[in-house]
């Protein structure tokens, strides 16, 4: 029963031409950037408990020595060691913010156009499902001497229209709106993470200038 619903030429109409449609309509660079984000799918996402332990390294060295002497603390996050960078070499938490915003954009940028592509996707593969079910039918003139070869014909035709459904619907579709929601999520996070260490940075300075202050008075 299974084997009536498997068509190697169906799934080669399908799937293969979806692909160079879409291909054709995004573009090679969008089509590296939608395969990309769908590898970071099967990755771990933006931790937010381990961003914050190891920032708060960074937070106990400058309660401790200041902006002055700090250095920078590097956690293998491409944005946040490169805002710890900006923020130790200005000595200035303000300007971090300005950067956050740069990655930011280049991340939201970079998830919508995966999830454009794989929707342009979602879009065609009916419509390659539907070209194969005008090829399966095509080929019925020239079957119908054969026995059984009009119902092979049309069997063709209805797996064609099948998969480009279910391509469209429960593959191409819903990896774009994962794409999406989890982009949606990892902002959230490095906005909370982001605020959090300004936060923490503004009370450490403010507590060591509050330590100079008594010093002198003393």
Same mark, same amino acid.
């Given at each position: 029963?299974l084997?009536?619903w ?13 692909? @160079? ?5 995004? /573009? !090679? $660079?969008?089509?590296?950037? +939608? &395969?990309?984000?769908?590898? %970071? ?5 933006f ?37 710890t ?13 300005g950067?956050?915003r740069?990655?930011k ?5 970079t ?10 996707? @979602?879009?065609?593969a009916?419509?390659? /499902? !539907? $070209?194969?079910?005008?090829? +399966? &039918?095509?080929?019925?003139? %020239? ?7 009009l ?28 794409i999406?929601r ?14 959090w ?22």
């Amino acid at each position: 029963m299974l084997e009536n619903w498997i068509d190697p030429v169906a799934i080669g109409i399908v799937f293969m031409g979806t692909v @160079a449609a879409t291909l054709l309509r995004c /573009g !090679l $660079a969008d089509m590296r950037i +939608a &395969l990309a984000a769908l590898r %970071g799918m099967f990755g771990p996402a933006f931790d937010v408990s381990r961003a914050k332990a190891e920032l708060s390294k960074q937070i106990r060295e400058i309660a401790d020595d200041g902006f002055i002497r700090a250095e920078p603390h590097h956690f293998g996050d491409v944005e946040f060691d490169s805002i710890t960078d900006i923020m130790i070499g200005q000595r200035s938490v303000e300007s971090i913010h300005g950067a956050h915003r740069q990655y930011k954009q280049t991340r939201l940028d970079t998830a919508q156009r995966a999830s454009r592509t794989f929707e342009s996707a @979602a879009e065609l593969a009916p419509v390659l /499902g !539907l $070209a194969g079910t005008l090829f +399966a &039918l095509g080929q019925a003139p %020239g079957a119908t001497s054969q026995s059984g070869g009009l119902v092979d014909a049309i069997a063709m035709a209805v797996v064609t229209t099948l998969y480009g459904l279910v391509a469209a619907n429960f593959l191409f579709a819903p990896i774009a709106a994962a794409i999406a929601r989890r982009s949606r999520q990892e902002e959230r996070d490095r906005d909370e993470v982001l605020e959090w260490l300004a936060e923490g940075v503004r009370k450490a300075g403010s507590g060591l200038q509050g330590a100079g202050h008594s010093q002198v008075a003393a």
